[in-house]
């Protein structure tokens, strides 16, 4: 297994377009984390998936960003009319559950997706 | 907030010499993360510590948790130029999220 894939890469879109990004997970990982991180500063949490399950947003998540992970699989983020203030890297990380209590554990991180807003 | 922030904001050493960064964080938490970033990169992760562990090893790594003050270190050993990285503690926050500080951007000279 490779680890967590991340596409496209690097993305330059203008004010008021739409983009996409997807992740792929690394394989039998049941969650699967979107994060966003601007120059200078850690990543920031978005949002989290358990399997299909969207289970927690963050308030950084506005109305103009949608997440899905329709299989359990792979997921893609949207943001919508993206705004200069959408430039960012934008970080997907994926976990195992270990155990039968559904224990937190290491959250891997993949290369991310680099957003241009001009 | 949870954040977890780290301490000093900017290190710089030799190479050979020993590296040792904090963080502290707000609240009880179920386990603490450290991440190394280089510039521009993705987060590559180093220790997962426990919180009913207080200290984890790994190679040159060492990371030590005192959850009654809210704390941790990373120790790195015998440094090379190739450590220079920003680190980042990352407590576990109550959604499930790890919660990042600005980090601790390293640097190791030849």
């Known amino acids: 297994d490779t680890g967590v894939s991340q596409d496209p890469r690097h993305k330059i879109t203008k004010r008021g377009q739409n983009v996409t990004f997807r992740c792929d997970p690394i394989s039998e990982h049941n969650r699967l984390y979107w994060y966003r991180q601007t120059l200078g500063q850690g990543p920031e949490f978005l949002t989290y998936?358990?399997?299909?399950?969207?289970?927690?947003k963050s308030r950084l998540l506005s109305d103009r960003f949608s997440a899905e992970r329709p299989k359990g699989s792979f997921s893609t983020l949207e943001i919508q009319r993206t705004e200069q203030g959408d430039s960012a890297m934008y970080l997907c990380a994926s976990s195992p559950i270990a155990g039968g209590g559904g224990s937190w554990e290491t959250q891997y991180f993949g290369p991310g997706t680099r957003l241009l807003v001009l | 907030s949870q954040q977890g922030e780290e301490d000093p904001q900017a290190l710089s050493i030799q190479e050979g010499e020993n590296a040792t960064m904090n963080c502290s964080y707000k609240t009880s938490i179920n386990n603490l993360q450290w991440y190394r970033q280089n510039s521009g990169r993705g987060l590559v992760h180093l220790i997962l510590?426990?919180?009913?562990?207080r200290e984890k090893h790994s190679g040159r790594l060492r990371v030590t948790l005192d959850t009654s003050k809210k704390s941790s270190s990373l120790l790195i050993t015998a440094s090379r130029a190739a450590d220079t990285a920003s680190y980042f503690c990352a407590p576990l926050g109550s959604q499930g999220n790890l919660i990042f500080g600005k980090g601790t951007k390293l640097s190791v000279k030849p």
């Open positions: 510590i426990r919180s009913n562990e």
């Open positions: 998936f358990q399997n299909e399950a969207q289970l927690e």
